[in-house]
């Protein structure tokens, strides 16, 4: 089976910095996309960029590029969005999902079960 | 970037009944590349429609997509309990992608 297992919910302080992870497992890694997604509770969904874990390649939505940084880890299947320095407005669930084929223009099929950031002084 | 409006924000219906949800872009959507996922509480989304009109491996043919351009809609033939949950339209034909806000299905 495909999966996406991300890690675990984490209480930061505004300026620190976070890395979270997305582990795949059940396909090839190198052959689909994955897309971070944001959702603030209670809220809608936010397209924060995608990476190519084969090149990688990455593009952002210009509401988060500068800010996080999307990474790849071909030895362990491993997807990655940090922070070098958070905001309180960071304060959300973040989703990873895989694309349903090897395009780069693709639904999100796959998803992670989310992890809870909270970003508070 | 090509904003997603969809609506009705809330739509209050009974099970057995049928539930037309639409999606409008701000731009014409490259190649129909408009995607609908179901949202239930303390859930990641889930697929269901992709390209305007293909339903995703595994869902029930009650759920249907249709629309091209810059106006599609998902329709849910006959309610049943499970479907009640938050619906989101996603266009992934331009970059940035964008989603639209949602609209929840209520039990009426």
């Known amino acids: 089976d495909v999966q996406l297992v991300q890690s675990g919910a984490e209480v930061k302080k505004p300026g620190e910095s976070l890395r979270l992870s997305c582990q795949t497992s059940?396909?090839?890694?190198?052959?689909?996309?994955i897309t971070w997604v944001r959702q603030v509770p209670g809220k809608g969904l936010e397209w924060i960029g995608r990476i190519d874990p084969s090149d990688p390649y990455t593009n952002y939505s210009p509401s988060f590029e500068g800010h996080v940084t999307i990474s790849a880890d071909k030895s362990s299947s491993t997807v990655y969005l940090e922070w070098s320095s958070l905001k309180t407005s960071d304060t959300a669930v973040y989703y990873c999902?895989?694309?349903?084929?090897?395009?780069?223009?693709?639904?999100?099929?796959?998803w992670g079960q989310g992890t809870l950031v909270t970003v508070s002084s | 970037e090509n904003d997603l409006t969809q609506s009705p924000g809330t739509l209050s219906l009974s099970p057995g009944e049928r539930a037309t949800l639409s999606c409008r872009a701000s731009?014409?959507?490259?190649?129909?590349?408009l995607a609908w996922y179901q949202q239930k509480p303390g859930q990641a989304p889930r697929l269901l429609i992709y390209?305007?009109?293909s339903r995703a491996t595994g869902i029930p043919d009650r759920f249907s997509g249709s629309g091209s351009g810059t106006d599609f809609t998902v329709t849910i033939s006959r309610l049943e309990p499970e479907d009640f949950a938050v619906y989101f339209c996603h266009q992934y034909g331009n970059s940035p992608n964008t989603f639209g806000q949602g609209t929840r299905l209520e039990i009426k």
């Open positions: 059940g396909y090839s890694f190198p052959s689909y996309w």
């Open positions: 731009q014409t959507v490259s190649n129909n590349y």
């Open positions: 999902a895989r694309h349903l084929t090897w395009l780069q223009a693709d639904p999100l099929h796959i």
């Open positions: 390209g305007a009109s």
